[in-house]
């Protein structure tokens, strides 16, 4: 059974930076093909695509965000974590990591998504 | 960036009614397009790949058409759980991005 389940602060103050941690189980973050990315949804609002990293280690970020943003794996613990600094109130969403699956290049397995707020 | 653009960004329907939902990609994106389905308080859920192709489990009521910037998909005989909100996004390129959503409402 595929599972991903996102964790970190639920509230932050502006300026901080936030790292949220994707524990992935049912797949190795290794596994030929497959990519951890993180999507996030501000209230009411559209999916926004954050970043992605692949199982060789390859990564891309969003352009508008790429300053602020890094993503990296632990192989061995089967994590993924994503860092956003400099966080201000408009970061303020729910942030989500979903697999992508190398043959179809579709988010096939989401996690529940990790409410995060930006205020002082 | 590729913008993907949804219509109509909501509409009414009844059980039983056939929906149809445009997506329309700035600039060529082949059949690298998919779809989710959201439902509030829960994260997206995959329903169509690579424009056409259900994902398991997914109900065949949904399909998906089209093919370099112009896609939709259509829900036929809609069912009471299909009251959603759908997204498309594109697969052909970084960054990866989504339309802004079509609210399926009764």
């Known amino acids: 059974q595929i599972t991903l389940k996102e964790s970190g602060p639920t509230l932050v103050k502006p300026t901080e930076t936030l790292t949220l941690t994707c524990a992935v189980s049912?797949?190795?973050?290794?596994?030929?093909?497959?990519?951890v990315a993180w999507i996030r949804q501000p209230p009411g609002k559209a999916l926004e695509w954050l970043a992605v990293?692949?199982?060789?280690?390859?990564?891309y970020y969003s352009p508008l965000l790429r300053s602020r943003l890094t993503i990296t794996k632990d192989t061995s613990g089967n994590q993924v974590a994503l860092t956003v600094t400099y966080m201000q109130s408009v970061d303020t969403a729910t942030y989500y990591c979903?697999?992508?699956?190398?043959?179809?290049?579709?988010?096939?397995?989401w996690g529940q998504g990790t409410k995060v707020t930006v205020s002082s | 960036d590729i913008q993907m653009t949804q219509s109509p960004s909501s509409l009414s329907a009844s059980v039983g009614d056939r929906v149809t939902i445009t997506c329309r990609a700035s600039?060529?994106?082949?059949?690298?397009l998919i779809w989710y389905q959201q439902k509030p308080g829960k994260a997206p859920k995959l329903l169509i790949y690579?424009?056409?192709n259900l994902q398991s489990g997914v109900p065949s009521r949904f399909s998906g058409s089209g093919s370099g910037t112009a896609f939709t998909l259509t829900i036929n005989n809609l069912q009471p759980e299909d009251f959603a909100t759908y997204y498309c996004?594109?697969?052909?390129?970084?960054?990866?991005?989504f339309g802004g959503g079509t609210k399926v409402e009764i």
């Open positions: 990293i692949y199982w060789n280690d390859g990564k």
């Open positions: 049912g797949f190795s973050v290794s596994t030929n093909g497959v990519g």
């Open positions: 979903a697999r992508i699956h190398g043959s179809s290049s579709a988010f096939d397995f």
């Open positions: 690579s424009t056409s």
């Open positions: 600039q060529n994106i082949n059949r690298h």
């Open positions: 996004q594109q697969s052909s390129t970084t960054p990866l991005t």
